[in-house]
């Protein structure tokens, strides 16, 4: 966790004993989001620990896939976690607590992509690390096309690109993506539809042939 996060829930969170549940050690964590939201809503920063611990690199990965720049990608992440600590008592329960969360990044993405120029992505630090048995030749092809796929994804629109990200890299459903993006189920599948339409042309403009999706 970041200095300049610690620091906003120092200044803006309930109570004043924050030295401890910063420093928790890694363990298995098991999700348990809608009990964590409840708590952080009583100030319970251990609670918010273990809501950071789990969300925090599925949080910034979407907004990198949105946004195609790692520093601005980890300042909305942090952006995310305080608004989540801020605004867990006005968590109700009417959503899943996974769209109420990505609805949040979703919103702040979309924020700053109005007022982004458009911006070239940093393909080497886009992808997940290399497979343990992958050899030299393996590697290499696996890290171009994760290149290949994170340069196509960013010319796909933005309500196209969040589709396809929470379909594809977070594993939410139609019902989800459509409380998150705030429109109903049919135009999810619609954006889905041309997303990978659209998604596939490019992909086989670059020579990639093939259903890849």
Known sequence: MTQSLKQELEDTGPGSDFKEALHMGDEDIKDDLTLWIQQIAEGNRDAFEKLYRAYQVRIF????RMLGETATSEELTNDVMIAVWKGAA?????SKPTTWLFGIAHHKALNELRRMKPVTVEVEKAGAAVAPGDGPEEALTRSNLRQDIQ???QQLS???RAVMELTFYQGLS???IAGIMQCPVNTVKTRMFYAKKQLQQVLQKGGLEGELL
Not at 90 to 94: A, D, E, I, S, T
């Open 61 to 64: 990965r979407f907004l990198f």
């Open 151 to 153: 340069h196509a994804l």
């Open 174 to 176: 139609y019902q989800e």
């Open 158 to 160: 933005p309500e196209h």
């Open 90 to 94: 006005g968590f109700k329960g009417q």
